[in-house]
């Protein structure tokens, strides 16, 4: 039940809207439009026509696949009893989350790139776009990531944005750049270690990480997840200190929050079928903590909660017995654990980890999560 102290959803989304990059220019029709849920508010804050989100994929650096063609969308949905944010982009039905602690780069007008532990995406929208969309698009990737323009790059390889050779080019030029913000982050950079055997699809993981986004944003808005699943950091400096801070009182996420459900995911996956020999465990250097705002990340009942919902909703190819599945779950935390973001060197400003039982069944379906 919602503190009486916390504002009704629709104000704070307003109060929060009103904060960011002006003028926020929300096109009438779709965009815009505020959906209210049980625990939490979704908009779509904003929408682009006609974009094409390609996979630059690690393994093969010259393979470029085409994920989804369609309209691109931005959605930020914010939880009604805390102070938890998520934003997402989608093309078509392919997710990807935007984080703080996740690169964005725009390497042309109309072009970013994408880097996410595992993934590296390009996004580009149409020459018809207009210039005010996309200028209002990198306000935002600028307000929800690690943000940097590098425009000078289209000039520099000399190709046009809308011709096939751009990509492989720009990717030359950025690349370097995306996998040191991560590093810096403490994230891995190329393949994940889990993506071997039968998890080694590149193409897999991009569809994971899209049911990954879509569950977490709608296990707030229906209520399975909640504060006593996350941990919640203010990594926001001391006034006196003389620095700009970020006032609000949002928490965004760190990117781990998306890819440690789908580590765990394939984590299980190579166990259950036989293949845990190919797992090589790496020791990766620590990284340092993005600063400037409150930051939330899922603690292990909160991961092992939208693990079980995936789980039963069809992910492994049998169902474990529950007794096998709850040393599964364990072991993919343990696993995961062995590469701690760095947030968790910090203390917790609410959402200590739940110390209940939880290997017990939800109330709430698979089913109403994933539908």
């Not at 049980?38 to 006609?50: L, P, Q």
């Not at 989804?68 to 102070?83: D, H």
């Not at 030359?172 to 080694?200: C, D, N």
């Not at 909703?313 to 017995?321: F, L």
Request: glycine residues 6%.
């Amino acid at each position: 039940m919602a503190s009486s102290s916390a504002p009704p959803p629709a104000s704070r989304m307003a109060s929060f809207l009103s904060r960011m990059p002006k003028p926020l220019n929300i096109p009438s029709g779709a965009a815009g439009r505020i959906e209210e849920y049980s625990m939490g508010t979704i908009m779509e804050v904003i929408r682009a026509d006609s974009s094409v989100l390609t996979l630059m994929e690690y393994e093969n650096p010259h393979n470029f696949r085409i994920l989804k063609r369609g309209n691109f969308v931005m959605k930020l949905m914010m939880q009604t009893i805390s102070t938890i944010v998520v934003a997402a982009c989608m093309v078509g039905d392919m997710y990807w989350p935007l984080a703080k602690d996740a690169p964005v780069v725009r390497v042309a007008s109309r072009s970013f790139l994408f880097a996410l532990p595992g993934l590296l995406y390009a996004l580009c929208s149409p020459p018809t776009t207009a210039e005010s969309t996309v200028t209002l698009l990198a306000e935002l990737f600028r307000q929800f990531t690690h943000y940097e323009d590098s425009q000078h790059v289209a000039a520099d390889v000399g190709v046009s944005e809308d011709q096939l050779g751009f990509w492989q080019k720009a990717r030359e030029q950025v690349e370097p750049v995306l996998r040191a913000r991560l590093q810096r982050y403490g994230h891995f950079t190329g393949k994940s270690l889990t993506a071997v055997g039968s998890q080694s699809s590149e193409l897999l993981r991009a569809g994971r990480i899209s049911e990954a986004t879509e569950l977490v944003m709608k296990a707030f808005l229906i209520g399975l997840l909640n504060f006593t699943h996350c941990d919640i950091h203010d990594l926001r400096p001391h006034p006196q200190n003389g620095r700009t801070v970020d006032t609000g009182r949002e928490s965004y996420p760190t990117i781990v929050v998306f890819s440690n459900i789908v580590e765990a995911l394939q984590f299980i996956w190579v166990i259950a079928t036989d293949e845990g020999h190919l797992l090589r465990p790496e020791n990766r250097p620590g990284g340092v903590r993005p600063s400037g705002f409150k930051v939330w990340c899922l603690n292990r009942s909160g991961l092992a909660c939208l693990l079980r919902v995936l789980i039963y909703a069809g992910e492994m190819p049998e169902r474990p017995a529950n007794h096998q599945l709850g040393r599964l779950i364990e072991r993919a935390r343990n696993w995961n654990s062995t590469h701690p973001p760095p947030l968790e060197m910090s203390e917790s400003e609410e959402g200590e980890a739940n110390t209940s039982d939880d290997s017990q069944e939800t109330s709430i379906s698979a089913s109403e999560v994933l539908n």
